[in-house]
């Protein structure tokens, strides 16, 4: 019976998709927003020269120009990202890579799309259910007419639903093989063991296949990711604490100022005398 590794992680993922055409193909073919008869079907990795240098680039990264069935050319950035404030990143280095494609005196005809592809593993929009975003640059008094040249498309796994998608089979089996696959899953499901592409991948990424340098690598991957979670959960903790305590000083002064004694004040408020008396302080 198999081990597998999860294929979120950069060892698993860069292995999958950053060393076998094929699969790439397979996964943008389904999960990217492209037009009705319009395919991938030839990729290049890009040389290291072509690939933006900054220190946002942590996670996985696999980056592709693309020929399509009519010839056309275009790039994609694809990354697995465990970061909350990541939005400003991917556009930095979308840009970048739009950019860097020029050299000096080129023509600006030659520059070709960028798409950037995230795949995200914690809650991006809290606001909606919905797990896809596609975003475009367009008019925004009328979105149907585009700026070509930067797309992003952000895929929230943790919101993930097989229904929600149900049009789109193969994009349905590779995202449920990213999001369920990982070292507690003992048997590949029957669908995805069908699927020629799913199957190469799940194999890629079963646990003998690694050596011990790489799965120690692979922890310490696992382990910078729960560090950086942590590190968020603490801010988050931190400015929501702060927020209340902002509020409460506030309400405290507003009673102050409408004559309220400062013993009715701490009892509203929950301030001691001292902290409020603090807060009288910072204001005068």
Not at 6 to 33: C, E, W, Y
Not at 97 to 118: F, H, R, S
Not at 200 to 229: G, Q
Not at 242 to 268: F, T, W, Y
């Amino acid at each position: 019976m198999a081990r597998y590794l999860d294929p979120k992680a950069d060892l698993t993922f860069k292995r999958i998709f950053g060393q076998h055409p094929k699969l790439i193909i397979s996964f943008l073919n389904a999960v990217m927003p492209f037009e009705p008869n319009n395919y991938i079907v030839e990729v290049e990795y890009l040389p290291s020269e072509m690939v933006p240098e900054n220190p946002g680039r942590k996670y996985s990264i696999v980056d592709v120009r693309c020929t399509d069935n009519h010839k056309r050319q275009f790039i994609v950035e694809m990354q697995s990202n465990w970061e909350s404030g990541f939005m400003n990143r991917i556009v930095f280095n979308a840009g970048k890579a739009y950019v860097q494609q020029l050299g000096k005196g080129e023509e600006y005809d030659l520059l070709q799309p960028v798409y950037t592809l995230a795949i995200l593993n914690e809650n991006f929009d809290h606001k909606t259910e919905r797990f896809y975003h596609h975003y475009k640059i367009v008019n925004v008094e009328n979105t149907n007419e585009v700026i070509e040249g930067l797309e992003f498309v952000l895929v929230e796994l943790v919101k993930f639903h097989p229904d929600r998608m149900a049009d789109r089979k193969l994009a349905v089996l590779w995202l449920r093989f990213l999001k369920e696959v990982n070292e507690s899953l003992k048997t590949l499901p029957p669908e995805m063991m069908e699927h020629e592409d799913i199957r190469m991948a799940a194999e890629l990424c079963e646990e003998a296949a690694f050596t011990p340098e790489e799965l120690a690598a692979y922890e310490k991957y696992w382990d910078m990711v729960r560090t950086e979670r942590t590190a968020t959960k603490s801010a988050i903790k931190r400015g929501e604490a702060k927020g209340r305590a902002d509020e409460k000083a506030e309400i405290a002064l507003k009673g102050l100022n409408m004559g309220m004694s400062v013993q009715d004040v701490s009892r509203l408020t929950g301030l001691s005398k001292q902290q409020i008396d603090e807060v009288i302080k910072s204001c005068s």
